[in-house]
């Protein structure tokens, strides 16, 4: 029990909680979020391998609650699912080993894993922002925003799973974010709850197959899990509950801030060649950090411009994501995800 009280045990308590909170609030960040914040916290002696395989069992914990949510509301497509699932679990377990037979250097296995998180870090903040530009593109083309049941492709649904597969094997990177985008391009009219729903349930499997591989190769540090599985559980289930009042589109603006500058770190604190080897540079991730906080609400306005919209306004964010609640909905209640909506935004922000 007094290990559960030392000083780092409560920051990777802190720090499960805090991320459980914007887990809950976007539905998704996890791994992408969850994982450099304990790599620079030094959890699990600051090793990438013991860090990934504590996240990984950790977020099969919280997520398996999530699943059974939506599963008992009925919104998952479980036959796209099923085929999503096929494909991950096997890359899952296999990643892993993957990564192992490269190397039995320790030292070059956690650059090598930093290396592959970093770069894991910044394909989830672009698929992210894509998503948003998927949705935005449907929206001004008239493009349907919610269908219950569409045809299933089999092969490319494999495909997404398998690599989704072996990017979360790898690195607990993208369970969530970078597979959630492929089926949004793959199946453009599923609605957002379906989507939701159904991601959540394909990635209890898949992040649990993940799990077991690496807690086979590099064992399970329980004092890091168990503050981790703490902290997270209930933070997950708090941002549910305040999602309806906070504004989505800050924070999904900022997850895409923070995943650039925690891949850049990583890279960094990793020795990427171009970044150098032998020095890091905070200054330089302030400077990304800074440049994203300009730059993404300017791009933006750009692509919005571009669709004949004007530079900040309707549709907000929250519209995209099909969450604005309906005209007389209480501000409390969580909103229907399907289709666009035509009523008020409780979360409106350009």
């Known amino acids: 029990m007094s290990e559960l009280l030392t000083g780092a045990a409560l920051s990777i308590l802190a720090a499960g909680?805090?991320?459980?909170?914007?887990?809950?609030?976007?539905?998704?960040?996890?791994?992408?979020?969850?994982?450099?914040?304990?790599?620079?916290?030094?959890a699990g002696s600051g090793e990438a391998a013991t860090v990934v395989a504590a996240d990984l069992t950790a977020a099969a914990v919280y997520k398996t609650g999530g699943a059974v949510v939506h599963a008992k509301e009925g919104s998952p497509n479980l036959t796209l699912a099923k085929w999503l699932i096929l494909g991950s679990v096997p890359f899952a377990l296999?990643?892993?080993y993957a990564v192992k037979a490269l190397t039995d250097d320790p030292d070059q296995l956690d650059f090598v894993l930093k290396m592959s998180?970093?770069?894991?870090?910044?394909?989830?903040?672009?698929?992210?922002?894509?998503?948003?530009?998927?949705?935005?593109?449907?929206?001004?083309?008239?493009?349907?925003?919610?269908?219950?049941?569409?045809?299933?492709?089999?092969?490319?649904?494999l495909l997404v799973g398998a690599l989704g597969g072996l990017l979360v094997g790898v690195t607990s990177v993208g369970s969530g974010s970078v597979i959630m985008v492929a089926l949004l391009m793959l199946y453009p009219g599923l609605s957002a709850v379906r989507l939701v729903g159904t991601d959540l349930v394909q990635a209890v499997p898949l992040v649990l197959a993940a799990a077991i591989s690496n807690v086979a190769i590099h064992g399970l540090d329980w004092n890091l899990l168990i503050p981790l599985v703490i902290g997270s559980v209930p933070g997950t289930i708090i941002g549910s509950r305040i999602a309806p009042r906070v504004p989505q589109s800050f924070i999904r603006r900022g997850i895409v801030v923070v995943l650039t500058m925690s891949g850049v770190a990583l890279l960094d604190k990793a020795g990427w060649a171009p970044l150098g080897e032998?020095?890091?540079?905070?200054?330089?991730?302030?400077?990304?950090?800074?440049?994203?906080?300009?730059?993404?609400?300017?791009?933006?306005?750009?692509?919005?411009?571009?669709?004949?919209?004007?530079?900040?306004?309707?549709?907000?964010?929250?519209?995209?994501?099909?969450?604005?609640?309906?005209?007389?909905?209480?501000?409390?209640?969580?909103?229907?995800?399907?289709?666009?909506?035509?009523?008020?935004?409780?979360?409106?922000?350009?």
């Open 17 to 42: 909680f805090l991320v459980g909170i914007v887990v809950g609030l976007t539905g998704m960040g996890g791994g992408a979020l969850m994982t450099p914040a304990l790599l620079f916290l030094g």
């Open 94 to 96: 296999l990643g892993p």
């Open 117 to 157: 998180i970093g770069f894991a870090l910044l394909l989830a903040a672009l698929t992210y922002a894509l998503r948003l530009y998927i949705n935005l593109r449907r929206v001004r083309t008239g493009g349907a925003l919610g269908e219950e049941n569409p045809r299933i492709r089999p092969l490319a649904t």
């Open 278 to 350: 032998d020095e890091t540079h905070p200054v330089l991730i302030a400077g990304v950090g800074l440049a994203m906080v300009v730059l993404v609400p300017l791009v933006w306005g750009l692509l919005r411009k571009e669709q004949g919209l004007p530079m900040f306004g309707a549709p907000y964010v929250a519209e995209l994501e099909g969450v604005t609640p309906p005209e007389g909905a209480d501000a409390g209640t969580p909103a229907p995800r399907r289709g666009r909506s035509s009523g008020r935004d409780e979360n409106r922000s350009t």
